[in-house]
């Protein structure tokens, strides 16, 4: 059965670093497109970025534009998220999710995909 399973999550200081990590196991990543999404409290749970499985092409928020980056290894069944630049608001829950049309461009609309991950807190703060 599909399962992703994120890890990475911390506290870190505005400007810092993360790598977000979501290890996929049931399928594999070249027929599936895999989403993050986040939630801050209070808010809805939004689009950050995905990556799709047919040609590896990327899409991302604006918000988070030229300071996240999402990749994969195939070999391991792992989808990254590298976050530079960290700001508080980008402080929220992030989630790993996948969707088996693959074969299709990726979109950031959370009713598009069907698996999702527990989530992993990311804290930006000083």
């Known amino acids: 059965q599909v399962q992703l399973v994120e890890s990475g999550g911390g506290l870190v200081q505005p400007g810092g670093s993360l790598r977000l990590s979501c290890a996929a196991s049931?399928?594999?990543?070249?027929?599936?497109?895999i989403g993050w999404f986040r939630q801050a409290p209070g808010k809805e749970r939004e689009g950050v970025s995905c990556?799709?499985?047919?040609?590896?092409?990327?899409y991302y928020a604006d918000s988070v534009k030229g300071r996240f980056t999402i990749s994969t290894d195939d070999a391991k069944n792992v989808v990254y998220l590298q976050m530079n630049s960290l700001k508080p608001e980008d402080t929220a829950v992030y989630y790993c999710?996948?969707?088996?049309?693959?074969?299709?461009?990726?979109?950031?609309?959370?009713?598009?995909?069907?698996?999702w991950g527990q989530g992993t807190q990311v804290t930006v703060s000083s």
């Open positions: 999710t996948a969707e088996p049309r693959g074969f299709r461009l990726c979109v950031l609309r959370r009713n598009e995909y069907d698996y």
């Open positions: 049931g399928f594999t990543l070249d027929h599936y497109n």
């Open positions: 990556i799709s499985g047919r040609d590896d092409s990327t």
